[in-house]
DNA sequence: GGCGGCGCTTCGGTATACAGTATGCTTTTC
DNA sequence: GAAAAGCATACTGTATACCGAAGCGCCGCC
C-alpha cells in the first residue's frame, strides 16, 4: 500500500494557491477509495488483535460487516496480504497468520538491518524539527513507562519509529519499516515493565546517538535494539525444557 | 506479492503424497487464480519495456488483451502496485511509474543495505549446494561479458542476486530484494562493457568473501556493489553542466 | 467404525450496470 | 484572443447477480 493512503497523510502537502479562502476544503482529495478504507480498517482490527491469527477472514462476511460488496473487500485482502498482513491461500480464502518464530526471526533481522540504516540516515540529516519531535515523543514513552501506562506504549512505539523513519527522509524505507513494524507488531507490543522500561532506554540511547551525529552508533544502537526486543520474544516463546515438561 | 504465486516457482514444493500415480496432473495445484497470472504477465511486460513510463494502464484495455474481465485486472494492478512498478492514483488508473533520480538513491540506499545483509547472511549459512550454483551462475555471467552478450546479462544478474538471496535463507529479505531489483531494474540493465565488466568483477569478489565465509567482507562488497552501480546510474542521468547547455 | 458420497460454503471469475470523477475539446464571453 | 464556462467522453469505483470449482464436514452405509 502506498503510504498516501494512509488515512493519517498530512492533508495540507499540496501547495497553497492564490485566490483561494483559507477555509475551503479540499474534499475532492480527500475521500478515500473503499477498498483503501477497508484495508485501513481491516489493519487496524488485525494489528488491535481484533482477529485473532488462524481466524478466517470471509469476503461475504466482511463485505455484510463493512456494509460494502464484495470487490472491495478483495482488494482490501489483497492489498493486505501484499504486506504480509494475511495470507491467502488459492481456492481457500484469507486468514490471519501466526507469527511463527521461525518467520518472526526473519522478520527481525531483516528490520534490525532496515531500522540501522534509517538511524544512520537520520543521524547523517540531522534535522532539528524532527530531532525536536523525536524528544516530545520519548518524553512521553518514558512517561507513559513510569506511570505503568502499558496502553499507550505500543501506539508511542510506533510514533517513535516513525518519526525516526521520517527523519532518515527515505520514503522507500519508510514505508518498508512500517510494513515490517506491522508485522512483528505481536512481538514488540505485549511486553513486562521491565522490558518497556528497557525499551524505552534503548530509545533514548539512539536519540541521543542521532542528536550527536554519530552515524555509526546510531546505526548499530537501533540494529541492537531491535535484535534485542526480538531475541526476548523469541525466548519467551521457546519452551523452557528445564523448568517445564513438554505438553503435547 | 508473495513469492509462492511467481511461476517460477518450484512445482515440486509440496510434500509428495501416497497413493497418486506419478503422472496424475495435480490440476487443482497448478492453475494459478487469473489475477496472479495477468500480475506476472504485467510484471514482465513493464520489465521488459513494453509499457514505457508515464503510460496508462487502462482497466478495460487490458482486460480484453488479456482475455479476461477487469476484476483479476484491478487485483494484478493493486498488486503490481503495492510491489511499487505501478502507480495508481485514487480516480485516475494506473500508470508505469518513472523512475526519478530521487527514487532511485532512495531504493539503492535501501537495497545496498539489504544486499549487504543478505551476503553476510550467504557467508554465515555457507550453503555448499547453493555456493556451487552461485559459481556457476558467475562462470556464465563473465563469458556473457566476455563474448558481449549484454542481451542475457540482464536474467544472469537477477539469477545471480536471487541465488545469493537463497543463499541468504531468509524468505522475507529474498522477496523485499526481489521487489527491490524490480523496481531499480531500468538503473542496472542498460550498461557499457566496461560497466558489465565491472558488475561482475565485483560479483566474483563477493562470492569469493561468502566462500572464505568473511560476513564483514561480504556485507561490505555487496552493499558496495550496489552503491556503485547505483551512482553509476545516476551519474549517467544527470545533466553535465560543464559539456552540455541545460535544457528546459 | 471407517469410508465414500453428498451437499454446503466459499472463493475465483464473468458480465453488466451505473454513478462520480477527470479530461480534453468546444463554445461562449469579455 | 485569452480566460471561463459548457459539454462530451473516457475511466474508475462500486454494486449486483450469477456460475463453476474447490474445500470441508456431515451423515449414512457397508
Redesign the interface.
Known amino acids: ?2 503510504a498516501a493512503d494512509r488515512e493519517d497523510s498530512s492533508p495540507s502537502a499540496g501547495a497553497p494557491r492564490q485566490h483561494r479562502p483559507s477555509d475551503a476544503v479540499r474534499v475532492g482529495e480527500r475521500h ?2 473503499l ?2 478504507v477497508v484495508a485501513n480498517e481491516l489493519r487496524r482490527a488485525i494489528l488491535a488483535g481484533r482477529y485473532k491469527p488462524g481466524e478466517r477472514l470471509v469476503e461475504d462476511r466482511l463485505a455484510e460487516d463493512f456494509g460494502v460488496s464484495r ?1 472491495p473487500v ?2 482490501a485482502i ?2 493486505l ?4 498482513l494475511v495470507e491467502v491461500t ?2 481457500q480464502g484469507a486468514m490471519v497468520p501466526a507469527l511463527t518464530p521461525g ?1 518472526a526471526r ?2 527481525i ?2 528490520r534490525a ?2 531500522e ?2 534509517t538511524a544512520r ?1 537520520a543521524a547523517q540529516r540531522h534535522d532539528p524539527q524532527i530531532i525536536t519531535r523525536l524528544k516530545a515523543i520519548l518524553k512521553r514513552g518514558m512517561a507513559a513507562v513510569a506511570s505503568r501506562q502499558t496502553a499507550q506504549l505500543s501506539a508511542l512505539n510506533a510514533e517513535f519509529h516513525d518519526a525516526l523513519a521520517e527523519a532518515g527522509s ?4 519508510a514505508d ?1 519499516m512500517r510494513s515490517l513494524r506491522d508485522r512483528t507488531a505481536p512481538a514488540f507490543a505485549p511486553m513486562t515493565t521491565r522490558a518497556a522500561d528497557k525499551t524505552w532506554k534503548d530509545h533514548a540511547a539512539i536519540l541521543k546517538a542521532v542528536i550527536s551525529g554519530n552515524e555509526e552508533q546510531s546505526a548499530k544502537l537501533a540494529a541492537q535494539h531491535i535484535h534485542n526486543v526480538g531475541s526476548d520474544y523469541l525466548a519467551a516463546k521457546r519452551p523452557r525444557v528445564k523448568r517445564q515438561r513438554r505438553k503435547q
Chains 1, 2 share one sequence.
Do not use: F
Open positions: 500500500m502506498r478515500l477509495p477498498h483503501v470487490n478483495r482488494e489483497r492489498a496480504a501484499s504486506e504480509g488459492a481456492r518467520h526473519e522478520l533481522e531483516v538491518a532496515l540501522g540504516i540516515l527515505n520514503r522507500v524505507l518498508l
